[in-house]
């Protein structure tokens, strides 16, 4: 991954690992700008990589700033590091509808102008705010205030919040259901 990039879930390493010299390579993670300890992702390889597959991580339950380190042993003993930093981001944004509350959504009448409203937030970069109305995509939003204004309508309706992260994380809202008459 490129230095800094946000990552969730299983995480494939791909790069180059040869060279006319070349013995074995590993890669091995730490957590923090300069680790106190590293974990090894997978096993040595003896055989050379060229632009392919390197290793396999699964951050599952990890988050937080990571170093990922590639080293390539030489057949002299000599070793080649070469590290980069990521983000693994595994928890979903927050999110919750603010207005109207539940319990007040019955209360609107045909014609009349709604103006939902909503707080999102994420521990590290909330990406955008998605309004559903009807099942449809409605609004997308990057930054707050997130809110979106709607002339009520006839009948049953429903308005649900998503809340995505810089990782793809997805938090959904219940759904809130609205009864116009």
Excluded: C
């Excluded at 091995?28 to 050379?48: K, M, S, Y």
């Excluded at 983000?87 to 919750?96: G, K, T």
């Excluded at 205030?145 to 809340?163: D, S």
């Amino acid at each position: 991954p490129e230095m800094f990039a946000t990552l969730r879930g299983k995480v494939i390493f791909e790069g180059t690992a040869a060279g006319s010299n070349f013995a074995e390579y590993r890669v091995q993670v730490g957590q923090g700008l300069n680790p106190q300890a590293w974990i090894q992702v997978g096993e040595d390889a003896v055989q050379p990589v060229t632009d392919g597959k390197l290793a396999e991580w699964d951050t599952t339950g990890l988050n937080g700033l990571y170093a990922v380190q590639l080293l390539v042993v030489q057949k002299d003993n000599s070793v080649e590091t070469f590290t980069t930093q990521v983000l693994v981001d595994n928890q979903p944004p927050a999110a919750q509808i603010t207005y109207p509350a539940k319990e007040n959504a019955d209360h609107f009448t045909i014609n009349q102008r709604i103006t939902f409203q909503a707080e999102a937030s994420d521990e590290e970069h909330l990406a955008r705010v998605e309004w559903w109305l009807d099942g449809k995509l409605v609004q997308t939003l990057t930054e707050a205030p997130f809110v979106y204004p709607w002339t009520a309508q006839r009948g049953n309706h429903t308005i649900e919040l998503r809340a995505y992260d810089a990782a793809g994380n997805e938090f959904r809202t219940p759904a809130l259901t609205l009864n116009i008459k």
